[in-house]
């Protein structure tokens, strides 16, 4: 095997120990690896961080490695949002719910946590109307630091973006309340408990993120870049467009990555998300020589910036019928 196969097939290897691609399965036979330490007896050590075993001795078919290198060109070029606007629009549009920690108040040392309703004002900064008798409103009125844990409206499992936002909860000014109430009414129109008497506003000012975009892909910003990005606007109704893609036309996504991304040849193809730069979809396939499954997350960017869905729908026709890159 030449030294450059060896060398794609470590960088394979990478992806996968970092978690970007689940392999099902040791038996394959084009995929074969060996892990050692220079101590063999030695326990294993837990080490912070996404470590990559530099020490992996690999074999892999050759067609195979080819497929490998194209997929990690195509992806290392791909256009994606930035990671700041990526997290704006996470928590912009997200289904209105969150996960609040608190330092409990009953239980001194322990952490609480409260499913609560939230709406992002202008700078997306968290609104919030609390009732009195909340855990969360005691917590928080005795200590005001708090995080609030946020998960992608398409959140399935650890392959799905979420964001932990951690800051101060402070109460609003009555000045405040009636422009708080519109933004929340917008995102909560049935919470007709907004107007009771015993529930107060509050705004949590934030001071740390941190982002976990996907396997391998984590990550923070820092509160005035997160200030200054700006939603995605095709983010708001790129659900909608995946849903009926995925139920509708799946073998126009898996053309589309067979257009894109030469010899990768795919069973399954479910897109995830779809922004203004392109999609994320969830791929099934089976390598050549094996009889074991892979799945993983790619990203399938648009030929151009789209800015609205009429421009989507025209951007997925173009590259559903775009010449193959098997051909060129």
Same mark, same amino acid.
């Given at each position: 095997? $030449?030294?450059?196969?060896?060398?794609?097939?470590?960088?394979?290897?990478?992806?996968? $120990?970092?978690?970007?691609?689940?392999?099902?399965?040791?038996?394959?036979?084009?995929?074969?690896?060996?892990?050692?330490?220079?101590?063999?007896?030695?326990?294993? *050590?837990?080490?912070?961080?996404?470590?990559?075993?530099? !020490?992996?001795?690999?074999?892999?078919?050759?067609?195979?490695?080819?497929?490998?290198?194209?997929?990690?060109?195509?992806?290392?070029?791909?256009?994606?949002?930035?990671?700041?606007?990526?997290?704006?629009?996470?928590?912009?549009?997200?289904?209105? #719910?969150?996960?609040?920690?608190?330092?409990?108040?009953?239980?001194?040392?322990?952490?609480?946590?409260?499913?609560?309703?939230? +709406?992002?004002?202008?700078?997306?900064?968290?609104?919030?109307?609390?009732?009195?008798?909340?855990?969360?409103?005691?917590?928080?009125?005795?200590?005001?630091?708090?995080?609030?844990?946020?998960? $992608?409206?398409? #959140?399935?499992? +650890?392959?799905?973006?979420?964001?932990?936002?951690?800051?101060?909860?402070?109460? %609003?000014?009555?000045?405040?309340?009636?422009?708080?109430?519109?933004?929340?009414?917008?995102?909560?129109?049935?919470?007709?408990?907004?107007?009771?008497? !015993?529930?107060?506003? #509050?705004?949590?000012?934030?001071?740390?993120?941190?982002?976990?975009?996907?396997? +391998?892909?984590?990550?923070?910003?820092?509160?005035?870049?997160? *200030?200054?990005?700006?939603? !995605?606007?095709? $983010?708001?109704?790129?659900?909608?467009?995946?849903?009926?893609?995925?139920?509708?036309?799946?073998?126009?996504?898996?053309?589309?990555?067979?257009?894109?991304?030469?010899?990768?040849?795919?069973?399954?193809?479910?897109?995830?998300?779809?922004?203004? %730069?392109?999609?994320?979809?969830?791929?099934?396939?089976?390598?050549?020589?094996?009889?074991?499954?892979?799945?993983? *997350?790619?990203?399938?960017?648009?030929?151009?910036?789209?800015?609205?869905?009429? !421009?989507?729908?025209?951007?997925?026709?173009?590259?559903?019928?775009?010449?193959?890159?098997?051909?060129?």
């Amino acid at each position: 095997m $030449s030294i450059i196969v060896r060398y794609l097939l470590v960088l394979a290897i990478a992806q996968v $120990s970092n978690g970007f691609m689940q392999i099902g399965g040791g038996q394959a036979h084009v995929l074969k690896t060996r892990i050692f330490s220079e101590k063999e007896t030695e326990p294993e *050590k837990i080490v912070k961080g996404h470590d990559v075993r530099s !020490d992996v001795v690999v074999e892999m078919d050759e067609e195979e490695a080819k497929v490998m290198a194209a997929f990690q060109e195509h992806q290392k070029d791909a256009p994606k949002l930035g990671w700041a606007t990526d997290i704006r629009t996470l928590v912009q549009y997200n289904h209105g #719910f969150a996960v609040m920690s608190t330092n409990s108040k009953t239980d001194p040392g322990y952490p609480g946590g409260s499913v609560v309703g939230f +709406a992002p004002d202008d700078d997306g900064r968290p609104l919030f109307v609390f009732s009195s008798m909340s855990t969360h409103t005691q917590d928080v009125i005795v200590d005001p630091k708090c995080s609030l844990t946020v998960a $992608s409206k398409e #959140f399935k499992g +650890a392959a799905d973006g979420r964001v932990n936002l951690m800051g101060n909860v402070e109460r %609003l000014a009555d000045d405040e309340i009636e422009d708080a109430k519109e933004l929340y009414l917008k995102k909560h129109p049935n919470a007709f408990w907004v107007n009771f008497g !015993d529930f107060s506003w #509050f705004r949590m000012n934030i001071e740390k993120i941190r982002f976990v975009g996907g396997f +391998a892909r984590a990550g923070s910003v820092t509160p005035e870049e997160y *200030k200054q990005a700006k939603p !995605d606007p095709i $983010s708001e109704f790129g659900i909608h467009i995946a849903q009926h893609m995925n139920e509708d036309h799946e073998s126009a996504t898996i053309a589309m990555i067979a257009n894109q991304i030469s010899g990768l040849d795919v069973s399954k193809a479910e897109i995830t998300s779809v922004d203004s %730069l392109g999609m994320y979809v969830k791929v099934t396939r089976t390598p050549r020589a094996s009889d074991q499954p892979q799945q993983f *997350k790619l990203r399938l960017p648009f030929p151009r910036q789209a800015n609205d869905r009429k !421009d989507v729908k025209t951007l997925i026709v173009e590259m559903t019928q775009a010449p193959s890159s098997k051909q060129e």
